[in-house]
């Protein structure tokens, strides 16, 4: 059983910044981000594999979100750059297989609770 806890999200205007973290009770296999906006499909945003060797980002984030982890792997972290309104959404922290699956929910064995980004225009 792996339990993990978001923090650190919040209310920023468009272009600002804000720095997703999780801490994972263990180690982990790989870990994601996900968000979720009421009446969507949970919507894959970044992910890491175990030991940080390979990233994955949808195209929607490239170049303004970057996912990163404490050497440990306890922690992972989501930093957003640029945040836009499309971006208000829940977002998830989960464990689970990496790789060409990334993007898949299914995947991930364990989530947290979320935390809530709203991007005000």
């Known amino acids: 059983q792996v339990q993990l806890v978001e923090s650190g999200g919040g209310s920023v205007q468009a272009g600002g910044s804000l720095r997703l973290s999780c801490a994972a009770s263990r180690s982990t296999y790989g870990m994601g981000w996900f968000r979720q906006v009421p009446g969507k499909d949970r919507e894959a945003v970044a992910a890491?594999?175990?030991?940080?060797?390979?990233?994955y980002y949808a195209d929607s984030v490239k170049g303004r979100f970057t996912i990163s982890q404490s050497q440990d792997n306890f922690k992972l972290y989501l930093q957003m750059n640029s945040l836009r309104p499309e971006d208000t959404a829940m977002y998830y922290c989960?464990?689970?297989?990496?790789?060409?699956?990334?993007?898949?929910?299914?995947?991930?064995?364990?989530w947290g609770q979320g935390t809530q980004v709203t991007v005000a225009s």
């Open positions: 890491i594999s175990s030991g940080g060797r390979n990233t």
């Open positions: 989960a464990s689970g297989r990496t790789g060409n699956g990334w993007s898949d929910a299914r995947n991930y064995n364990y």
